[in-house]
């Protein structure tokens, strides 16, 4: 089989286009390159989200996000539960503006619990998106083992399934060694933010 070769191959100046690489390698001016170490190029590249991918280690957390005074629009699902539970356990109609001390003094550390776990969130946003998703789901899947059993009141509920949830071990999930202690009774809110159970069921209202 014979292949036709199109083109004049001898008009090609290999010679003098090498001539003119060599002198502008020759004139380079290589003082504006940089030299890194390896470990170097491995801690800028960590910021990537590609990072975990390709060496399976994560960098450290940052700072969990603070606690605003006055709650964020985005709480108001949770803290409104939260004031439903202090409601159904009372028979009262608090408010937020309303509650007693130790319910405010509740209330805050559940909120503090909270945002550790939107620090956890954000963590995983930058660097493992979806993770932090797939972690509330099979805390949820967790939580339903306990979830339904009977209770002598919500609050029992609650206290009960943070408690669960606080001593569960983590170990399939890539963001299990930066979780904190408050991460999972903070997804806990979360979960129930995403509208995905409630503290105080509707016919107990």
């Known amino acids: 089989m014979t292949i036709e070769k199109n083109g004049d191959f001898n008009s090609y100046k290999i010679k003098?286009?090498?001539?003119?690489?060599?002198?502008?390698?020759?004139?380079?001016?290589?003082?504006i390159i940089s030299y890194y170490l390896p470990k170097d190029l491995i801690k800028i590249h960590s910021t990537s989200i590609n990072h975990w991918h390709l060496f399976g280690e994560l960098p450290l957390r940052g700072d969990d996000p603070i606690v605003p005074i006055?709650?964020?629009?985005?709480?108001?699902?949770?803290?409104?539960?939260?004031?439903?539970?202090?409601?159904?356990l009372t028979n009262q109609k608090y408010t937020l503006e309303t509650l007693t001390k130790q319910f405010q003094n509740h209330l805050n550390s559940q909120r503090k619990a909270f945002f550790v776990a939107e620090g956890l969130k954000r963590f995983s946003r930058d660097k493992i998106p979806e993770a932090f998703d797939t972690l509330l789901e099979e805390l949820l899947v967790s939580i339903e083992v306990i979830l339904?059993?009977?209770?002598?009141?919500?609050?029992?509920?609650?206290?009960?399934?943070?408690?669960?949830?606080?001593?569960?071990?983590?170990?399939?999930?890539?963001?299990?060694?930066?979780?904190?202690?408050?991460?999972?009774?903070?997804c806990c809110h979360h979960l129930v933010n995403n509208h995905r159970?409630?503290?105080v069921d509707d016919e107990n209202i």
């Open 197 to 199: 159970f409630k503290w």
């Open 16 to 31: 003098s286009k090498l001539n003119d690489f060599l002198s502008y390698i020759k004139n380079f001016d290589f003082s």
């Open 148 to 186: 339904f059993n009977y209770f002598e009141n919500n609050m029992e509920k609650f206290s009960k399934i943070i408690q669960y949830v606080s001593s569960t071990s983590v170990t399939n999930n890539p963001l299990s060694h930066r979780l904190k202690p408050s991460d999972l009774a903070g």
């Open 70 to 88: 006055k709650p964020e629009e985005y709480e108001e699902v949770y803290i409104n539960e939260l004031i439903k539970l202090y409601n159904d």
